[in-house]
C-alpha cells in the first residue's frame, strides 16, 4: 500500500478526531487506531491563573441526582452532534425539559446519514453532555436523564 495513502489517512485522523480508521484494497487491510486523550476542538485548552486572584466565595451544592436517579444517553456512533434539526431551528431538548420515551433528543450525522437519537425513558433533561456540531465517539455520554418515579 502507498505510503502517501498511510499519511493522508493518519492526517485525516488527526483533522477530524477519529479514534480508528480502516483502509481496504483488493489485497490488504489496514486497520490504523489511536488514542484520543485530548478535546477534539482543534486547539488546545491554555488556562492561565491571575497573579493575584481573590478568593471566591463558596459555591452553593447543587442538587443534582445520584448516578443511581438518572439514565445516561450514550452516542450509538460516531459522528457529528447536532442539538436541533437546523441551525435555525431550536435545540430538541434543554436541562429541565421533560421527555417521553421515543421523544428525539439530538441527531448525530455519520456518513451523510442524520440518526435520530432518542429517549429510552420518560424522564427530565439533566445534562446535554455533548457540544453542538462536536465530533462524538462511540458510547461517548450524551445525555443524562432524571427518571419519572
Given amino acids: 500500500m502507498d505510503k502517501k495513502i498511510l499519511k493522508a489517512a493518519a492526517d485525516t485522523m488527526r483533522e477530524l478526531g477519529l479514534s480508528e480508521v480502516r483502509i481496504k484494497d483488493t489485497e490488504t487491510e489496514i486497520v490504523l487506531k489511536r488514542e484520543i486523550t485530548a478535546p477534539v476542538s482543534g486547539t488546545p485548552a491554555v488556562v492561565a491563573a491571575p497573579a493575584a486572584a ?4 463558596a459555591a452553593e ?3 443534582e441526582p445520584s448516578a443511581a436517579d438518572w439514565t445516561e444517553v450514550k452516542s450509538p ?3 457529528v452532534f447536532y ?3 437546523s441551525p435555525d431551528a ?3 431538548v434543554r436541562p429541565g425539559d ?3 420515551k421515543g421523544d428525539v433528543l439530538c441527531i448525530v450525522e455519520a456518513m451523510k446519514m442524520m440518526n435520530e437519537i432518542c429517549a429510552e425513558t420518560d424522564g427530565t433533561i439533566i445534562d446535554v453532555c455533548a457540544e453542538n456540531g462536536a465530533l462524538v ?3 461517548q455520554l450524551l445525555f443524562k436523564i432524571a427518571e419519572d418515579n
Wanted: no cysteine; hydrophobic share 50%.
Fill in 137 to 139: 465517539e462511540y458510547g
Fill in 90 to 92: 431550536a435545540p430538541f
Fill in 83 to 85: 442539538e436541533a434539526a
Fill in 77 to 79: 456512533l460516531i459522528g
Fill in 54 to 57: 481573590p478568593a471566591a466565595p
Fill in 98 to 100: 421533560a421527555v417521553k
Fill in 61 to 63: 451544592p447543587t442538587l
